[in-house]
């Protein structure tokens, strides 16, 4: 149960902190460069990436008092105290413990032992529980041993559910981008030598520059892959002019690690399908990402 409260807590508190920035920056968008606004939302759309609070709640905190708070108070009672033996008070007023005489004890007839009383038969019952205590402490009724049922763990299986959905999602996105992916590869060509160039000389001729194709399956440039980036173009005609801002934006996103922020997007609307805001973090983060290049 405390993790699922955990979880209900940063989302309530997560989703107050996404209108609060979104307000900002939109009273804020011309006070502000793209890039700050970029910043932001990332560092909302990582945090949410791990949906619990990393503070330690003050509830949970032990809770001290003295110097020895770990051990335990035990309450000693005293036993009551003997009663003294009676003191006797002879004539002269001397007084002291009463002393029986020796002719009183002469005097005083022997006791008999009593008659030795024979104990009664034992049951088979009685003899097994003589020596087997054990076993009878252990040991409870039928209608008590029929309630001992262990029921299933409500908060437990539906910390389960949210674990197994959120990564559901998550890996059915990653596998639907890369088939998407590998269906626009098969139509990809290779670009002229005048767009080969362009990208060259923008990326100051590095062998770490990322690739460059042409695909007739899409509307505008984006960058992919995870190892190798690939920068895609739609197949238009452009001029070197719009060439070169195109290359540029791409390669602004290439070297500030965008493709990471946006595997970050996938893994926080995945582990935060339940909250509408989450959506809006994202596609704020996503819109921010692609001003602050231009």
Same mark, same amino acid.
Request: glycine share 4%.
């Given at each position: ?15 107050a ?114 020596q087997?205590?054990v ?5 409870r ?11 299933p763990?409500?908060?437990?299986l539906?910390l ?9 999602l ?18 990809? %060509?290779?670009? @002229? &030598?005048?767009?080969? $160039? *362009? /990208? ?7 062998? #770490? ?16 892959g ?10 238009? %005609?452009?001029? @070197? &002019?719009?060439?070169? $801002? *195109? /290359? ?7 070297? #500030? ?38």
């Amino acid at each position: 149960m405390s993790a699922l409260l955990k979880i209900a807590s940063f989302s309530l508190s997560i989703s107050a902190v996404i209108l609060l920035f979104y307000v900002v920056s939109r009273v804020t968008e011309r006070r502000f460069s793209a890039v700050c606004r970029y910043l932001m939302w990332v560092f909302v759309v990582v945090r949410m990436c791990v949906p619990v609070s990393l503070l330690p709640s003050v509830i949970n905190l032990p809770v001290t008092v003295g110097e020895n708070a770990e051990t335990a108070v035990v309450e000693t009672v005293k036993a009551p105290a003997q009663p003294a033996p009676p003191e006797s008070v002879d004539l002269i007023g001397n007084s002291g413990p009463t002393e029986t005489p020796p002719e009183a004890i002469s005097d005083q007839t022997p006791v008999t032992p009593a008659t030795p009383v024979t104990p009664a038969p034992r049951s088979e019952d009685d003899e097994r529980k003589i020596q087997d205590p054990v076993s009878q402490k252990t040991e409870r009724p039928a209608e008590v041993q029929k309630h001992n049922i262990k029921l299933p763990n409500i908060p437990t299986l539906i910390l389960i559910s949210y674990v197994s959905v959120a990564a559901f999602l998550l890996i059915l996105r990653i596998i639907g981008y890369n088939l998407k992916m590998h269906a626009l590869k098969r139509r990809f %060509r290779k670009p @002229d &030598e005048r767009a080969v $160039g *362009i /990208l060259l000389e923008l990326g100051g001729f590095d062998m #770490r520059t990322p690739d460059i194709v042409i695909s007739s399956d899409v509307a505008g440039p984006f960058l992919f892959g995870f190892f190798r980036k690939t920068i895609v173009l739609p197949d238009v %005609r452009l001029t @070197d &002019e719009e060439l070169r $801002g *195109i /290359l540029m934006h791409e390669l602004v996103h290439f070297r #500030r690690g965008d493709l990471l922020m946006k595997l970050a997007g996938v893994v926080c609307l995945s582990f935060n399908f339940f909250n509408p805001l989450a959506y809006l973090a994202v596609s704020m983060m996503n819109r921010e990402m692609e001003l602050s290049c231009d």
